[in-house]
Structure formats: structure tokens, C-alpha cells
């Protein structure tokens, strides 16, 4: 098994360019029913996860926004306080795997660090229990 054949690709995930709004952000984790998603910077690469809380955090500690300005503040100016590591394409499953123990999902990039997807836990936890055998 490689990670490709676990790779959810970039096109079906939902994810937040860093210089999209909040509120962009907000409508974005609302619709797709996700409590954290991926950001991608400008060229494409993988810049973080943004999660409900740290919108929250934000909302919490700057005087005067509201859901009346949440179009002022962009996705890169808010702290993130999850540190959800990437894994190369070409890495060992071994690495993946370490990540997924302590992430929902994995991002992945290419060997350009470019996002190209993520490996969800569900799916390789789904993998492991349907291949057990007694």
C-alpha cells in the first residue's frame, strides 16, 4: 500500500485559501458540515488547518467584529491552534499513519509542496478493520 491509494484529492476536499475572508471561512467549514479544514496559500501549497474554534478564539479576542464584519479579517490572520503536519506523496505509509493517530486527516502534497489532497482517518481505519483477520 502506498498513500496514493488512500489520497482523497484536492478537488472533492473542502478547503480555504488563506487570503479568503472569515466569513468565507465560516460559510465554508457550515457547508461542508466540517469542524476543521485545510488552508492553501496563494501558490497552492498547504498553509495550515483552520478550525471552529479558532474562529471563535477570533471573534472572542478582537474588540468590534461581529457577524455584521466578518468579511474585514482574512483567513491568514487568524491564529490557528491546530498543527495538523502534511505528509509527501512519496513518503512511507509508516509516516502517514504516525500523523493520522493524532489528526482527522492528513494533508498531502506533491514533491513541489503543492496541496493535492488528504487522507482521511475514517478511511484508513475502515481499511485496517475490513483487512483483520482472525
Known sequence: ??????????DKVAYIHSSSTMQEAMDKLEQSQYSAIPVIDEEG????TLAE???LWKMKNTPGLSFQNLDTVKVHEIKR???????????????ML???ADQNF???VDENEIFIGIIRRKVIIE???SNISD
Open 106 to 108: 492528513v494533508p498531502v
Open 1 to 10: 500500500m502506498e498513500i496514493s491509494d488512500f489520497l482523497f484529492p484536492k
Open 127 to 129: 481499511y485496517y478493520t
Open 53 to 55: 474554534g479558532d474562529l
Open 45 to 48: 501549497k498547504y498553509a495550515g
Open 98 to 100: 504516525e500523523l493520522a
Open 81 to 95: 491552534r491546530i498543527k495538523n503536519e502534511c505528509v509527501s506523496i512519496h513518503a512511507h505509509l509508516e509516516d
